[in-house]
């Protein structure tokens, strides 16, 4: 199972640490992905990492302010969120996937998705 833990209510332009605790099955089997959902919008693709951690992906509306990681050795994925924005407000959540690239589309992830955390960012 996956659980996601990390979030938090912070003002714009403040940073949060996601983490992603894999337990189960060993991290390294998938890639895994953060999603987020906002109340009334679709669950959208947020960052993903390889098996490897080789390679990643970001959603345009995220790119050089999040960074994804992974540590296989602890069974860890992490996202940092610097310069956080109230529309960075959701609830994010982790996945796995079965693939040996990443990609940010949901229809990937089919085995895996932790519980959510709440993010809330202030204006």
């Known amino acids: 199972q996956l659980q996601a833990y990390g979030g938090g209510s912070v003002q714009t332009g403040g940073s949060l640490r996601l983490s992603c605790a894999v337990s189960?099955?060993?991290?390294?089997?998938?890639?895994i992905g953060w999603f987020r959902q906002a109340p009334g919008k679709e669950r959208e693709g947020v960052s993903c990492?390889?098996?490897?951690?080789?390679?990643?992906n970001y959603a345009d509306f995220v790119k050089g302010r999040f960074t994804i990681s992974r540590d296989n050795a602890k069974n860890m994925v992490y996202m940092q969120m610097n310069a956080l924005e109230p529309e960075d407000t959701a609830v994010y959540y982790c996945?796995?996937?079965?693939?040996?690239?990443?990609?940010?589309?949901?229809?990937?992830?089919?085995?895996?998705w932790g519980q959510g955390t709440q993010v809330t960012v202030s204006s």
């Open positions: 996945a796995t996937a079965p693939t040996l690239g990443c990609g940010l589309e949901r229809h990937y992830y089919v085995d895996y």
């Open positions: 189960g099955f060993t991290a390294d089997y998938f890639s």
């Open positions: 990492i390889t098996r490897s951690g080789g390679t990643t």
